[in-house]
């Protein structure tokens, strides 16, 4: 098969981690039998030093020719006082909306023998698996107006929350399918005692299960589910969210199941699809060599589930980042205190030797049968 990705490394540790899930791609690639073709763009802070913006029209075109995109991270310091249009993350937003990604999947689990990283009590965490499907193109980050207007010592600032009714029911679709193929269990996440769209998101979700019997449902508020995420998190299965509640959530998920850097998403519902690991460009680690790799490296195995459909080679690439935890080696953000750590690119290739050797062993044993 040919895999046409672009590839968009960003600033920060975005590039450090978008290497190590490169190399894991090529490894799989040539271990499986597949072309691989990478294209390179600018994306976020690097683009705007380069070209002035954060989505250059020569990396949207490129990103809407592939057959997949790959992200690292975007923002930093150097850019907080660009106005909103030209800052980083606003390069990535627009990214999503032209690329029609509305379903933001972000699987947060706690891997056997990583209950010590967690800041929870090893039997809180042990058996925390949960995918939070976040909306992507609606709410707060989206709604118009938005502005801040009046004179110093008197502005007033204005965001919108909105949503269309279509708009929450595509997601909660895609939240009810998901479950299926998982524990059948969905906790719908709003606000339903104080805002109107919750109450729309409440109404839609609870008329649609209806068509889902076989998936149990349960409403939580979001001040609730932020406190039952840190003291039940293994009761949760998936969880579906609007944007900003989905994006908050599943930070607090990240740290519950050991730390961010853990943390792959796929954002699909458009033709193309993106991948990048729920992490920022942790500007107090980049340039260090330390970054975890493993968001970055789970997101490409979830590019190859749902993209390119080769379910056994996405479960090579979450066999290997399994066995080279179970073997003990940590990146900094998950070795405990005086505990050695190795660093992005030695993570990395430990990632891709269990690759290429459960591949090799595979092949001895076809060629013996
Ligand atoms: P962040 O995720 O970058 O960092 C939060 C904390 O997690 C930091 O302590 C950082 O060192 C740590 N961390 C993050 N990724 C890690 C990894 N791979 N390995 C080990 N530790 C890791 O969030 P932030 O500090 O709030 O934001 C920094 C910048 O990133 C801001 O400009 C923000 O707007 C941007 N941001 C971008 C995205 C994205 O590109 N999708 C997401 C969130 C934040």
Redesign the pocket.
């Known amino acids: 098969m040919l895999l046409n990705i672009a590839v968009l490394p ?1 600033d ?3 590039p450090e ?1 978008t290497d190590q899930a490169v190399g894991v791609l090529q490894t799989i690639a040539a271990a499986f039998g597949h072309e691989i073709k990478l294209t390179r763009h600018d994306v ?1 802070g690097i683009a705007v030093q380069k070209c002035g913006i954060p989505l250059p029209e020569d990396t949207l075109r490129a990103c809407l020719s592939s057959d997949a995109v790959l ?7 150097g ?2 006082s660009l106005s909103r249009q030209l800052r ?2 606003a390069g ?1 937003l627009r990214l999503r909306r032209e690329l029609g990604a509305f379903a933001n999947l972000r699987p947060a689990a706690c891997l056997p023998g990583l209950e010590e990283c967690s800041p929870l009590r090893q039997d809180v965490v042990a058996g925390t698996d949960i995918l939070i499907v976040r909306e992507l193109l609606g709410g707060l980050y989206f709604g118009e107006p938005r502005k801040t207007e009046g004179s110093p010592g008197q502005r007033v600032a204005t965001d919108t929350m909105h949503y269309r009714e279509p708009e929450v029911e595509r997601i909660v679709r895609v939240a009810f399918e998901l479950a299926r193929n998982r524990r059948r269990k969905v906790t719908s996440v709003d606000k339903a005692n104080v805002l109107e769209c919750s109450r729309l998101w409440r109404e839609v979700v609870t008329h649609l299960a209806g068509e889902y019997s076989d998936v149990h449902l349960e409403h939580m508020y979001v001040d609730s589910a932020a406190m039952a995420m840190v003291s039940r998190p293994a009761d949760f299965d998936v969880v579906l969210a609007e944007n900003m509640f989905g994006d908050i959530l599943s930070d607090e998920a990240a740290a519950v199941v050991g ?3 853990m943390l792959p998403s796929a954002s699909l519902g458009g033709r193309i699809a993106l991948y ?10 980049a340039g260090k060599g ?4 493993i ?1 970055a490296i789970l997101s490409v195995a979830m590019m190859l589930r749902h993209s390119f459909h080769l379910e056994h080679e996405a479960e090579q690439v979450e066999t290997a980042v399994a066995s080279a935890l179970s073997s003990a080696h940590r ?3 998950l070795a405990r205190a005086g505990r050695p750590a190795i660093s992005t690119s030695e993570m990395g290739a430990r990632i891709t030797t269990e690759i290429r050797e459960r591949a090799s062993v595979a092949e001895h044993l076809a060629a013996h049968r």
């Open positions: 960003g920060g540790v975005g981690v976020g992200l690292g991270a975007v923002g930093g310091p850019f907080d980083p993350e990535l730390s961010i850097g990048e690991p729920v992490h920022g460009s942790a500007p107090d680690i330390i970054a975890n790799p968001g990146t900094r953000d």
